[in-house]
């Protein structure tokens, strides 16, 4: 019943209110190409502080149904503030995993719009090729390189890098780097907490925002697996 709560969850985030949210995980900038297990759902969640006054708040359902099981559907609602300006962006996401690796690296496609309800206008929309590959039981690398649109600007090249390291039971490091070919890059790092075998992730990074203002960023994730 729990899956099939969030599954509907998923479903009308996607359908009635058509912000990219591809990571791998919760509030990372880099996505992985790893879909969720089949018959299961999240629910990733964070809360950013994004420097100058701007602050961001995300909510990120999704589903892998059974029988589907390389493809994950599905929305993202965030409410974004900043001085003089707040709104709701909310939109679909879906991620296909084309090759689930083996001897090779993981490979998918991945795909998400935003839509400023208030406006009805596509705020922005990205497609994306994610790779994962594992070196060694306990560094993951994901990889990202794709095309991206924004509103009021031109079609731009998307890219990605992040390392994650198991430093011990349950508790993972990660650094990652991402943005556009245009402008100056993103960074971020932190730690994840891994609890409740394995269904709670607990999230806190730090980094700093692509573009020419470059401003710090802080941020406190939760993601729940059903």
């Keep these: 019943m729990r899956n099939i709560l969030?599954?509907?969850l998923s479903a009308a985030s996607a359908i009635a209110m058509p912000l990219p949210a591809m990571a791998a995980g919760?509030?990372?900038?880099?996505?992985?190409?790893?879909?969720?297990?089949p018959g299961a759902c999240h629910m990733e969640s964070w809360v950013s502080d994004l420097g100058g006054g701007e602050r961001l708040v995300n909510f990120s359902p999704a589903c892998t149904p059974g029988a589907l099981p390389a493809v994950e559907i599905?929305?993202?609602v965030q409410r974004v503030a900043a001085p003089?300006?707040?709104?709701?962006?909310?939109?679909?996401a879906i991620k296909w995993t084309l090759?689930?690796?083996?001897?090779?690296?993981?490979?998918?496609?991945?795909?998400?719009?935003?839509?400023?309800?208030?406006?009805?206008?596509?705020?922005?929309?990205?497609?994306l090729v994610p790779m994962t590959f594992r070196p060694t039981e306990k560094i993951t690398v994901n990889l990202n390189v794709?095309?991206?649109h924004s509103r009021g600007d031109a079609a731009h090249l998307l890219y990605g890098a992040q390392v994650d390291v198991a430093v011990a039971k349950g508790v993972a490091l990660m650094a990652e780097t991402f943005g556009r070919h245009d402008r100056r890059p993103a960074w971020q790092a932190g730690v994840r907490w891994t609890v409740d075998r394995a269904r709670i992730d607990l999230d806190l990074l730090a980094g700093r925002q692509g573009g020419a203002a470059g401003q710090g960023s802080v941020t406190l994730g939760f993601t729940i697996r059903r």
């Design 26 to 37: 919760g509030a990372h900038g880099v996505d992985d190409a790893v879909v969720e297990t």
């Design 84 to 92: 003089g300006e707040r709104r709701w962006l909310a939109g679909p």
């Design 74 to 76: 599905g929305g993202t």
């Design 146 to 148: 794709g095309i991206g």
């Design 6 to 8: 969030l599954w509907l």
């Design 99 to 127: 090759h689930q690796g083996g001897r090779g690296p993981a490979i998918g496609l991945a795909g998400s719009a935003l839509i400023d309800p208030g406006s009805g206008h596509i705020d922005s929309a990205a497609l």
